[in-house]
Structure formats: structure tokens, C-alpha cells
């Protein structure tokens, strides 16, 4: 983490820059921001990571759902060659 200026502060909250440890004005954040703010002490991270959540079929159920039928179509094969072998006879 790093301090950030006068500019940065600025930039992300416009017209809000104060030293550090001076009190913020409550207009200026919503109570949350407000709390943030004094809580970070004025740093921000050099990184900030968001994770990307994605719709998906492949959840636990359906990879079930799937061995279940991969198994059940293996069987099905296996007996129909067994009979196609029988029939031959």
C-alpha cells in the first residue's frame, strides 16, 4: 500500500481530499465511504483484485447427473452386444 496525494484522492473521490487525520466532512461520503476512508487511513492498494462470477451448468449435481448416464450408457452398450452376440449363436 501506498499514500495517495492530493491528486489520486481527487480523482477517485472528487472534491473530498483531506490530510490524513482530518475529520471527513459527512456529506462528502455515505456513511459506509465515510467509515472506509478513515478505516484505510488514506491508503489505497496498488492492486485491487474483483472476481468475475460467471453463469455455469457445471455445478456438483450435474457432473453426477452426467457419470450417472455416461455409466448407464456403457451398460446399455454392453448388453447390446451381449444380445447381438447371443442372437448369432
Known sequence: MRYTGRNTTSRIWPGTWRAPGTAVASSAFSPSGARLA??????????????KIRPTTDTPENRFVKAFIGQ???????MRSAVAGFLKR
Do not use: H, Y
Request: aromatic share 4%; glycine share 10%.
Open 38 to 51: 478513515r478505516r484505510l487511513g488514506w491508503r489505497l492498494p496498488d492492486v485491487v483484485s474483483e472476481r
Open 72 to 78: 448407464a450408457r456403457t451398460i446399455i452398450g454392453r
